[in-house]
């Protein structure tokens, strides 16, 4: 055997591979030339040796969709978690600022948008979500989450995966499964039948007002007097109020529906004392607000999960001693509700609460006989009246 010959049966030195370029990267060199990392028992090639910079990229990538379970295609024209809720949500920041969406909405789209990403992965691309992914991030939510909670969520990412397909960032719409669904109306209804009553009695709503400051009596009668909420009693204006007639009507804002109501005396009285009570140095935005705070701030802030009337109405309930988890104060805009249908005259109750029946007569409706709104506010008073009467006393035989 000759040396040609030797040299030719000899095996070629294997190259000799690199190590780590810093200890943390999760990769590692393959014979192949190619860095390499093992996902469910599959190994999975990036970059080249000499360029471990770009093979981790290459890694960060796809990483969310490998540790998923899904097998990535690397593709710059494959729309992924991020582009998606990015997109989305720039969609619906100009709907903010055409008036078209609440700062409120805005933010609760932007919540379920991360809640989502962060679960599944930014890094996912959208046609390798599958009917799994969405199992198991519905069975990730909070137990403490109620139905409506979850129903809500649910919603708004229904919204956006809707968009996804709109806007052509996937060829096909989403399959969600069977198990990523709402929750069922009966549930909702055992629920509910679990939760107290969001309602005060009559007799509760006179120990909240005899305990109340000017400000807060005078919102609390708004309330059970005209089914004002939350965000109704701090935007309200004085522009709004005719005290010679005993009237307060307007549009309300949330659901740009007409609303009117009859103002009890009781009512009137308050509300004049909150207005000559004000404080003073308002600024322009706020001078013409019925009530301030003392800080020279209006009583609601669109968009804020934490509002001032709702944390001062539960330091009232606490005081007085009637408060209720989950009961806060919207309860006396559900109690006129509640008592004004009793009146047998639903169309002019939803019109003091400022709702819209959602019927074709709601769009022939021109209007409402103002003596249909004085007769149901007479009625709510009527039962608040009737609730300060002390009980009788029983006999002794």
Known sequence: MNARSLSKNRRAAKPQKPNKPYADIPLTAHASGKWCTKVRGKIHYFGTWDDPDTALQEWLEVRDELLGGADPKRNDDRADVARLCNTFLDSKDQQREQGDLSLRTLNDYHDACKRFADFIGKGRFLDGLTVADFARYRSSFPKTWGPT??????????????????V?????????????KRVSQKRQRLHRATKPKKLFS???????????????????????????????????????????????????????????????PETRAALKVAIENRYGNLPNSLADNVSVTKRRQAWFHEGRSAEPLSAEFKKLTTKVGCYREGVGFNSPRHKFETIGGNCKDQIATIYVIG?????????????????????????????WKAGSRSPRRRKVA
Request: charged share 25%.
């Open 168 to 180: 052509e960032l996937v060829n096909k719409p989403l399959r969600t499964g069977p198990n990523f």
């Open 202 to 264: 009559a007799a509760e709503l006179h120990q909240l007002l005899d305990a109340a400051n000017f400000q807060m009596r005078a919102m609390i009668l708004l309330g059970i007097n005209a089914g004002y909420g939350n965000a109704d009693c701090g935007r309200m204006q004085i522009s709004s109020i005719d005290f010679s007639k005993a009237w307060i009507e307007g549009l309300r804002e949330k659901t740009a529906v007409e609303r009117a109501a009859w103002l009890w």
């Open 149 to 166: 909670r979850i129903n809500s969520e649910i919603t708004r990412l229904g919204v956006v995966l809707k968009y996804a397909y709109e």
């Open 355 to 383: 709702h819209f029946d959602a019927t074709m007569a709601d769009v022939y409706r021109e209007g409402i006989d103002p003596q249909r709104i004085r007769d149901v506010c007479k009625h709510v008073r009527a039962w």
